[in-house]
Each structure stands twice: as structure tokens, then as C-alpha cells.
């Protein structure tokens, strides 16, 4: 095993066995683990690639993470970009791991699968950055939302990118108006991108077109005049 670990993740033959003691000293000491020691030490990879070395966070993050990933069906290499994210967010080992396992459980509870909100995350945490700063827990709110509403952190930055881009806003507000027949009114999506409440924005802007449905029913034209 030690040799395939010093492979498989560009380690020294030193770290490899570290990390597979670690694993088995940990999947032995938890009572009520998910996981094997083979999941444990894939965390310790992804980690290893998620960071670039095996320092910044502590040994018991790869019990964790592995955990995570198996009772939420989250991608460990998205759990350990995400746990790198928020760690560089300011959050400590311990802190970033409990902002994920917040994350999982949001979405769980909102009806949306925890591991594309930890994707989402991963990929556009840096795009929501201009919005959301150093928020660890208003991007996780974010990411969720998003899914919630059947879309990416990413088009949520677009969304709140277009409407502070005031002129277009107001012509792609005026053709919205054409395309569906009726009145359409972004003042309120407007305000609420430029308090930089990108989620609350989102949704006022797709409440015009009406129902998620009729949003789904739309052409592609109509879609864009809209978002």
C-alpha cells in the first residue's frame, strides 16, 4: 500500500507510510466510521493536491472529509478544494470542515444535492469573492440558494454583474418587456445587487419570469432578455 500511495500521489516513500499509519490509526480509533482506510487515504491525496503538502491541515481532517463524502455523496476532490477555500478564507482546519459539513447539511435540509453545491463552491468560490469577500458562511448561503433556484454561484455573479451594468440592464429590462408581453421590473434585483446580496438579486430577477417553469418553457432569447 505504501508504495502505491508514494505513487499515486507524488509523495516520498516516507510520507506515504505516515499517511498510511495515520489512516489505519484513524478508521481503528472511530467507533461509528463510514469509512475504509482506503477512503481515508484517498482524502489524505486529495488534500496533498488540494494544498501541495501535508502541513496545513491536521490528520484528522482525512477522517472527516472522508466521512463527509460518504454520507452526503460529495466528491472528495471537491471536499478538499472546498476545505483549502475556506481555510485560505481565514478559517482554521477544524473551522473549514465545519463550514463544509454546514454546507452538506443546508443542503440536504433545502431539497438539493450537498455535492453539487461543494462543486459549485469549488469552481466559483473566487467568482463570488467580488460580492461575498472573505464570508465563508454567505457563500455557502449563496451556493445553496443557487441551487435552489436551478443555478450556479457563477450565473449568479453574471446575473448581478448584468443588472449593475445599468444601461444594458435597463434595454435587456425593456426587450424582457417585448418578448413576454408584459411588464417586466428589475428595480428590485437592481437594489439588491448592488448591496451585494447576489442570492436575493437572483431571485427577484427570475421571479419575473414568473414561475421556474415558465422560466424552463422560455426560448433562449427570452431566457437572456430576462437573466
Not at 458562511?137 to 451594468?165: F, N, Y
Not at 439588491?192 to 437572483?202: P, R, S, T, Y
Request: glycine share 8%; net charge negative; hydrophobic share 45%.
Amino acid at each position: 500500500q505504501t508504495e502505491d500511495i508514494s505513487k499515486n500521489m507524488g509523495v516520498s516513500a516516507n510520507q506515504a507510510e505516515r499517511m498510511a499509519q495515520s489512516a489505519r490509526g484513524l478508521q481503528a480509533s472511530s467507533a461509528n466510521t463510514l469509512s475504509s482506510t482506503d477512503e481515508i487515504v484517498a482524502a489524505q491525496g486529495a488534500l496533498v493536491d488540494a494544498f501541495g503538502n501535508t502541513s496545513q491541515y491536521s490528520k484528522e481532517t482525512a477522517l472527516n472529509m472522508a466521512e463527509l463524502s460518504s454520507a452526503f455523496g460529495i466528491a472528495i476532490g471537491d471536499a478538499a478544494q472546498v476545505q483549502a477555500i475556506f481555510q485560505s478564507m481565514g478559517e482554521s482546519s477544524e473551522e473549514a470542515f465545519q463550514t463544509q459539513a454546514l454546507a452538506a447539511n443546508l443542503a440536504d435540509a433545502a431539497g438539493v444535492a450537498p455535492g453539487k453545491v461543494m462543486k459549485d463552491i469549488a469552481v466559483n468560490s473566487k467568482k463570488a469573492a467580488k460580492y461575498l469577500g472573505g464570508a465563508t458562511k454567505e457563500l455557502v448561503k449563496a451556493a445553496v440558494e443557487a441551487a435552489k433556484l436551478g443555478i450556479s454561484l457563477g450565473d449568479m455573479v453574471d446575473m448581478a454583474d448584468s443588472l449593475l451594468d445599468i444601461e444594458s440592464s435597463v434595454t435587456a429590462e425593456f426587450e424582457a418587456s417585448v418578448l413576454l408581453g408584459r411588464h417586466i421590473n428589475m428595480d428590485k434585483a437592481r437594489t439588491l445587487a448592488l448591496d451585494g446580496k447576489i442570492e436575493e438579486a437572483a431571485k427577484a430577477a427570475l421571479e419575473q419570469a414568473g414561475s421556474h417553469q415558465e422560466l424552463l418553457d422560455m426560448t433562449y432569447i427570452q431566457r437572456k432578455a430576462i437573466a
